[in-house]
């Protein structure tokens, strides 16, 4: 390879690793292995909305540790280009998740760092990061009888997810939707307000969650 494709961390080496597609994520995995391990992986994650999350995941040294993710079957010594190990069962990669809080924010960034518990003369390794991307619940709308001209729509939030309410008056394609409230969930019910139009006696209501 002509260009970096693993993130290298050790006592004097850090990683950045920018999204090429920021998204939201409720959970990261690591495909990682670490030389005279375990190594402690201190971590950072980074979302668009400015807030951060930390933590630590342990990389377990590249030999005989289970679960295997992936498994070589052999290395190469870069030095000569002689193999060994081969169809030994090593070395392995492994798979280490962590859980996300902000499903609301897409991650944009994420930072590896060596944690001061490590002893000397280790190295993790990360080879791909991926995703789970857990979109926000469909919302269950209770639509109440308008009351001085307002139509009131309630329903259950999930906290940080943004809500936005669309009109249309009529469902022949192609239906044009227009945004006609928002709202924040919390967590606790919410609700979302429109004015009775009585230009329009027959109009098509939905929720979209982001």
């Known amino acids: 390879y002509a260009a970096n494709d693993a993130a290298y961390v050790d006592a004097t080496h850090t990683a950045s690793l920018a999204l090429a597609a920021p998204d939201q994520f409720s959970a990261l995995s690591f495909l990682t292995a670490a030389g005279h391990g375990p190594v402690t992986v201190d971590y950072q994650v980074s979302h668009a909305d400015g807030t951060t999350e930390v933590g630590k995941f342990i990389a377990p040294d ?50 590896l760092n060596w944690d001061s518990s490590n002893g000397s003369g280790s190295v993790a390794a990360v080879f791909a990061v991926s995703g789970f991307s857990a979109r926000p619940a469909p919302p269950q709308i209770i639509v109440g009888n308008p009351l001085n001209g307002t139509l009131l729509i309630q329903f259950q939030s999930q906290s940080g997810v943004a809500y936005v309410l669309q009109a249309t008056t009529n469902l022949i394609s192609p239906v044009v939707w227009v945004n006609v409230a928002t709202n924040t969930g919390t967590g606790n019910p919410a609700s979302l307000t429109r004015p009775v139009d009585a230009s329009h006696p027959q109009q098509y209501f939905r929720i979209l969650a982001n």
Do not use: E, H
């Open 62 to 111: 590249w030999f005989f540790n289970a679960p295997a993710a992936w498994n070589a079957q052999g290395r190469v010594d870069v030095g000569t280009g002689s193999f060994n190990n081969v169809n030994n069962n090593n070395p392995i990669l492994y798979s280490k998740d962590i859980a996300l809080t902000n499903v609301a924010s897409a991650v944009t960034n994420i930072s």
